[in-house]
C-alpha cells in the first residue's frame, strides 16, 4: 500500500519574538501549555473567564479574566488589532473559529487549538544548547516523543559535543585556512565514539581532537 504525503505550505522559522505581543484566548490545560511557548515574548496577554494559578506566575503576561463570547465584538477587534500572534485556545471550536476568523481579517497570524490556523505551535525537543521543533500536523503525536526519547538515549554527549564543536571551530580558522578541510575535521569529530564518550561526562579540551589535524 502506497502512503500518500501530505501537501504542506508551511514553512518552519524560529523567530526572535521579544519585541512581539501574543494574545492567547483560553487557560485550560491546552492555553496554559500554548502561553507557556511563548513566555519570552515581549508581551503575552491571556483572556479567560476560568484563569489557572500557574499563569500569575509568568512575568510578562497580562491576565484578563472576562467571559470572552459576552465580549463585545468591537472589543475584539481593537483587542485583536494591539497583538501581533492570536492564538485561540477555548474548548468551544466554534468560539475558536470565530476568534480566528477576527485575526485572519485583522491580517493577524493566529493558531486555533481545535482547527486550522496559519501557524503551527510545534513540540520542541531542546537540551541546553540545541532546539528542535517538530509538528506532525495532529497525524501521529507520539513521534516528538519518541525523538526525545531517542536523544536522551543515544545522544547524552550532544550538549558537550556542540560546545566542543564551537571551540575547535575557532581554533581551527587560524590553523586551517581551507573551509572544506576545517568541515572534515569537524565531521571526525563528532562521528568520533571516544570522542563522543568523553563528551558524556563533560566537555573534553580540544586536544583530543589532534589526531585529526
Known amino acids: 500500500m502506497q502512503i500518500p504525503r501530505g501537501h504542506n505550505s508551511m514553512i518552519p522559522l524560529f523567530l526572535d519574538l521579544s519585541a512581539s505581543r501574543v494574545l492567547v484566548f483560553g487557560a485550560g490545560d491546552v492555553g496554559v501549555r500554548k502561553a507557556r511557548h511563548f513566555i519570552s515574548a515581549g508581551r503575552l496577554t491571556i483572556v479567560a473567564e476560568d484563569i489557572s494559578p500557574e499563569l500569575f506566575s509568568f512575568k510578562n503576561a497580562s491576565i484578563k479574566q472576562t467571559e470572552i463570547a459576552e465580549m463585545d465584538k468591537d472589543v475584539l477587534d481593537k483587542l485583536i488589532e494591539k497583538h501581533d500572534i492570536i492564538i485561540t485556545a477555548l474548548s468551544d471550536e466554534k ?24 501557524i503551527r505551535i510545534p513540540s520542541v525537543i531542546a537540551g ?57 575535521i569537524l565531521w571526525k569529530v563528532i562521528e568520533d565514539r571516544e570522542i563522543q564518550n568523553a563528551c558524556k561526562s563533560g566537555v573534553p579540551n580540544t586536544d583530543i581532537c589532534r589526531k585529526y589535524l
Open 128 to 184: 541546553t544548547e540545541y532546539q528542535i521543533a517538530v509538528t506532525t500536523e495532529k497525524a501521529a503525536p507520539v513521534v516528538p516523543a519518541f525523538i526525545r526519547k531517542y536523544l536522551e538515549e543515544n545522544l547524552p554527549w550532544l550538549d558537550n559535543m556542540i560546545l566542543l564543536q564551537n571551540t575547535l571551530r575557532e581554533e581551527l580558522k587560524t590553523s586551517v585556512p581551507e573551509q572544506e578541510r576545517r568541515a572534515e
Open 95 to 118: 468560539e475558536n473559529e470565530r476568534l480566528c476568523n477576527l485575526a485572519k481579517a485583522a491580517g493577524k497570524f493566529y493558531n486555533n487549538a481545535t482547527g486550522e490556523g496559519n
